[in-house]
């Protein structure tokens, strides 16, 4: 097995931003050294270094993350050309079913949102952008988790699933059946898996020059749906992605 090697300064600086980015308020720094294990020496030197690199800003009496490490998060959407193609596809699904899309990548076995675009209606969401959910209990991870074969999701998921909420699949063997079917009908859909009244609906773009799995979806308050308009926004999710597949 090939040997793998950490810096140490990279490690703590990451064990700090990690701590930050979990955090809904600014955290004090003998909060972040409890939570880190680093000495109050070692920590205080990391701060004034990540502080002067904008990558973190104090913020009242704790520290929260900066607009630094928000220009360099978010190259990664840049770097694939994918920004202004989402952008634009989103906008026309926008304006003909006003509802939020959201662009996310998997990551193990995880989906990490990378990009939402609003409707000009509010909607309680869980996504965003640098926030992760697991993927088997949303839309768009099982949209990504289709992508894969069944022995690759069966390396990555245990046979018991994370239950989210009471609707929640929690077993392997359920989700590899819903992920055939989703291959099947290039959608993928969720209803109250992630927050109670709320349904989703995504699609699989591909694969991204970088080697990025990504798929796009669309949260809906269940009280917005009827069957004719449901059928319109699934539609409407399968077009956007195959869209955006052709600029890959």
Avoid at 69 to 97: C, K
Avoid at 125 to 154: M, N, Q, T
Avoid at 177 to 204: D, H, K, N, P
Wanted: hydrophobic fraction near 45%; charged fraction near 25%.
């Amino acid at each position: 097995m090939e040997k793998t090697y950490d810096v140490p300064a990279l490690r703590r600086a990451s064990d700090i931003l990690e701590a930050l980015a979990a955090a809904a308020k600014p955290v004090r720094a003998a909060t972040l050294a409890e939570r880190t294990g680093l000495s109050r020496s070692t920590l205080y030197l990391m701060l004034e270094t990540l502080a002067r690199m904008q990558w973190i800003e104090k913020r009242d009496d704790g520290y929260v993350i900066g607009v630094g490490l928000f220009e360099l998060g978010n190259a990664y959407v840049r770097h694939d050309t994918l920004q202004a193609a989402f952008r634009e596809g989103a906008a026309a699904f926008i304006h003909q079913h006003n509802e939020v899309v959201q662009l996310a990548v998997l990551d193990g076995i995880h989906v990490v949102y990378v990009a939402r675009e609003d409707a000009h209606r509010p909607v309680r969401l869980v996504s965003d952008p640098g926030s992760r959910l697991p993927a088997h209990c949303c839309a768009l991870g099982k949209a990504l988790l289709a992508g894969l074969s069944d022995e690759a999701v069966i390396e990555r998921l245990p046979e018991r699933l994370e239950a989210v909420t009471p609707r929640t699949i929690t077993r392997r063997t359920a989700l590899l059946r819903e992920l055939a079917a989703i291959r099947t009908s290039g959608l993928a859909v969720e209803r109250e898996e992630v927050a109670e009244g709320l349904a989703c609906f995504a699609a699989y773009v591909g694969m991204t020059p970088a080697g990025k799995r990504i798929a796009v979806s669309t949260s809906v308050p269940i009280g917005r749906l009827d069957p004719k308009r449901e059928r319109r926004i699934c539609i409407g999710i399968v077009q956007l992605a195959t869209q955006l597949r052709g600029t890959l």
